[in-house]
């Protein structure tokens, strides 16, 4: 089993800043893709950043320029710095990451479970 393990929700104002981080853990032989998604009440899970094992990222047009995902591929976590946080980016933010199992060599595909992010404006 890969387990991840998020943290860094809460509830700030809008234009301030937050920081989420995720840990994965387990019989983990390699990480290929690592990002972020989120779920607001009402609407469909959508992907927020990603971002592979090379460092090559994408992100989600309405969170360009704000917020900003990276990994440390030693300590298997992904981040992501958000800035500039609007009402709009409320929602239960989840890590993912995908790769390979060690013993057996099975692939995976994980996910934690889920920060709570609040914005008020």
């Known amino acids: 089993q890969v387990q991840l393990v998020e943290s860094g929700g809460g509830l700030v104002q809008a234009g301030e800043s937050l920081r989420l981080s995720c840990a994965a853990s387990?019989?983990?032989?390699?990480?290929?893709?690592m990002g972020w998604y989120r779920q607001a009440p009402g609407k469909q899970r959508e992907q927020v950043a990603v971002?592979?094992?090379?460092?090559?990222?994408n992100y989600a047009d309405s969170v360009k320029s704000r917020f900003t995902i990276s990994r440390d591929n030693a300590k298997n976590t992904v981040s992501l710095q958000m800035n500039s946080l609007q009402p709009e980016d409320t929602a239960v933010y989840y890590c993912?990451?995908?790769?390979?199992?060690?013993?057996?060599?099975?692939?995976?595909?994980?996910w934690g479970q889920g920060t709570q992010v609040t914005v008020s404006s």
């Open positions: 993912n990451a995908n790769g390979y199992r060690r013993n057996p060599f099975t692939p995976f595909n994980s």
């Open positions: 387990g019989s983990i032989f390699s990480i290929n893709g």
């Open positions: 971002i592979a094992s090379g460092g090559s990222t």
